[in-house]
C-alpha cells in the first residue's frame, strides 16, 4: 500500500543505508593515506558519532580480508594475526571516538601492508612462471642435462 503524500512530505526518501556510507568514506580514507595521512587524519576527525566510525571499521576491515585472501600462506597467517591485534585495538576504544580513529588509521594502514606485499607476491609468481617457462624450453632442447651437470658437481 502507497503511503500517502502530504504537502511537504516527500514520501519515498529514505536515510542513507549505514554500512554502505561506512564502505564509501573507508574506500576514501584508503584513497587519501598513502599521498596524504593528515588529510585521511582529518577524514576521520568529521565523523563524530561512534556507530559511524564502526561502520568504516567494517569497510575496511572486510577490504582487509578480502585482499589478505590473495597472500601465501604464512603472510595470511600473519594478516590473520594482525587482525586479531586491531580487533583488540577495537574493542579497547569500544566508546571512546578518538581511540576508534587510531585504529582506523591501523587498520587502512594494514590494508596498504597487504597491498604491497600482494604486489611482491604476484612479482614473484611471475618471476617462478617465467625461471619455469625457461627450464621447461631448455629441457626441450636438451640443454638441461648439461646445465644439471654443471650445478651439481
Given at each position: 500500500?502507497p503511503?500517502?503524500?502530504r504537502p ?6 529514505t536515510?542513507p543505508d549505514p ?7 573507508a574506500?576514501d580514507l ?12 582529518a577524514?576521520?576527525?568529521t565523523?563524530s558519532?561512534?556507530?559511524d566510525?564502526?561502520f ?6 572486510a ?12 603472510q595470511?597467517?600473519q594478516?590473520n594475526?594482525r ?9 579497547a576504544s ?15 594502514e ?20 617465467e625461471?619455469t617457462a625457461?627450464?621447461?624450453a631448455?629441457?626441450?632442447n636438451g640443454t638441461a ?9
Amino acid at each position: 500500500m502507497p503511503r500517502p503524500t502530504r504537502p511537504g512530505h516527500s514520501g519515498g526518501v529514505t536515510a542513507p543505508d549505514p554500512a554502505a556510507e561506512g564502505h564509501r568514506r573507508a574506500a576514501d580514507l584508503l584513497a587519501l593515506l598513502p599521498d596524504d595521512s593528515a588529510a585521511a587524519e582529518a577524514s576521520l576527525e568529521t565523523i563524530s558519532e561512534v556507530r559511524d566510525l564502526v561502520f568504516v571499521g567494517a569497510g575496511l576491515t572486510a577490504v582487509a580480508r578480502s585482499e589478505a585472501r590473495g597472500l601465501p600462506p604464512a603472510q595470511r597467517a600473519q594478516a590473520n594475526t594482525r587482525q586479531l591485534r586491531l580487533g583488540e585495538l577495537r574493542d579497547a576504544s569500544r566508546s571512546d571516538p578518538a581511540g576508534l580513529r587510531v585504529w582506523l588509521l591501523r587498520a587502512a594502514e594494514e590494508i596498504l601492508l597487504l597491498r604491497s606485499q600482494l604486489a611482491v607476491a604476484e612479482r614473484v609468481t611471475a618471476s617462478d612462471q617465467e625461471w619455469t617457462a625457461l627450464r621447461a624450453a631448455a629441457e626441450a632442447n636438451g640443454t638441461a642435462a648439461a646445465s644439471d651437470a654443471a650445478t651439481s658437481t
